[in-house]
């Protein structure tokens, strides 16, 4: 049974999928992501696998943690500000 692995271009999260029979027409066919469901999937190479870290890349995990504590940080504050601005209008 052919297993191959694909990729979510939406979250990025990677899962394997096997199919019972690989037809020619199946190619370009790519299951839905089980973490968000998202159809947005790519198959990856399974050379890429090998030769490549099975890792994300690190520049792309720090941008993102980075991107995430900026958020966490100035959220609170933004939010509230919000909430509060939106209560005022909804109330006058
Ligand atoms: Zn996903």
């Not at 020619?24 to 790519?42: F, K, L, M, Y």
């Not at 399974?46 to 958020?71: C, I, N, T």
């Amino acid at each position: 049974m052919p297993i191959y692995e694909f990729k979510c271009r939406a979250c990025g999260y990677r899962f394997s999928e096997f199919f019972r029979t690989m037809h020619s027409s199946d190619e370009g066919i790519a299951p839905p992501c089980p973490r968000c469901h998202s159809t947005d999937t790519v198959r990856v190479v399974s050379s890429f696998a090998v030769h490549g870290p099975s890792q994300p890349d690190p520049q792309e995990v720090a941008a993102q943690k980075a991107y995430e504590e900026r958020l966490a940080s100035i959220t609170p504050k933004e939010m509230i500000d919000k909430w509060r601005s939106s209560s005022k209008k909804e109330k006058k």
